[in-house]
């Protein structure tokens, strides 16, 4: 049996929203007994400071300024990670609509992203790691022993994200503009647009269900662990 544990692997795991990274990765860091680190949260995180703040988010040095005061800290539990801003649990606040919409909008400048990926990076460091995001592949752990690029179709992922958020009563055609929206701006960015890495293994969950991505992934990591004897 491969001791995940002894070797240590980095596992990269990016693509658009929607389609499945969160789920799948803590799914998979549980699986071979890893962390999950959940890059998302921790840009929901300072957004929800900018918000709280009532700091612009077009305002790229004040929300610089903003994330070196933070301490955005991920604690890994059964159930997933809980999320700490400044000492203060805010798990469940950061997956609400508004802190879902300023996050895109917050990460789109490059001085907040060198920042985060200073912070990720200093939080995998050694490895036995499951991080999930849009640039992780390409920026954050270039050299990860796995990269995974998830995709799905554009109305699948929208289904997924009104059944995840359980919004009540909101239009579809508005969810749908606000996907291609974010699916915009991730992917034109100036500063680490979405693209899948040219290692990666590019897997398409339209037709796959939750447990199907899961069980390739760790098929994946297991034929890795093997090629690294």
């Avoid at 699986?31 to 612009?56: P, T």
């Avoid at 801003?85 to 917050?106: F, Q």
């Avoid at 960015?189 to 069980?215: G, K, N, Q, Y």
């Amino acid at each position: 049996m491969v001791d995940f544990n002894s070797k240590k692997l980095i596992i990269a795991i990016d693509g658009p929203a929607g389609a499945g990274k969160s789920t799948v990765a803590a799914r998979v860091a549980r699986k071979l007994g890893y962390v999950n680190l959940d890059s998302g949260a921790m840009y929901r995180a300072l957004a929800l400071k900018a918000i709280e703040g009532d700091a612009a988010f077009e305002d790229e040095d004040a929300l610089v300024k903003m994330a070196h005061g933070s301490r955005i800290r991920l604690e890994p539990t059964v159930s997933g990670n809980r999320v700490l801003l400044d000492g203060r649990d805010v798990s469940g606040r950061i997956r609400e609509r508004d802190v879902t919409e300023a996050a895109s909008k917050v990460s789109v400048h490059p001085a907040v992203r060198a920042w985060m990926v200073a912070r990720q990076r200093e939080m995998g460091l050694g490895g036995g790691v499951v991080m999930e995001g849009r640039d992780i592949g390409t920026k954050v752990f270039p050299d990860a022993d796995l990269k995974i690029f998830l995709d799905a179709d554009p109305v699948i992922r929208e289904q997924r994200r009104l059944d995840q958020q359980r919004i009540k009563g909101a239009p579809a055609e508005s969810m749908a503009a606000e996907l291609r929206e974010r699916d915009l701006r991730d992917r034109t960015r100036a500063a680490s647009p979405l693209v899948a890495a040219e290692d990666a293994m590019l897997l398409d969950s339209t037709h796959l269900s939750e447990d199907a991505v899961v069980e390739q992934i760790e098929r994946l990591a297991r034929e890795k662990l093997a090629a690294k004897g």
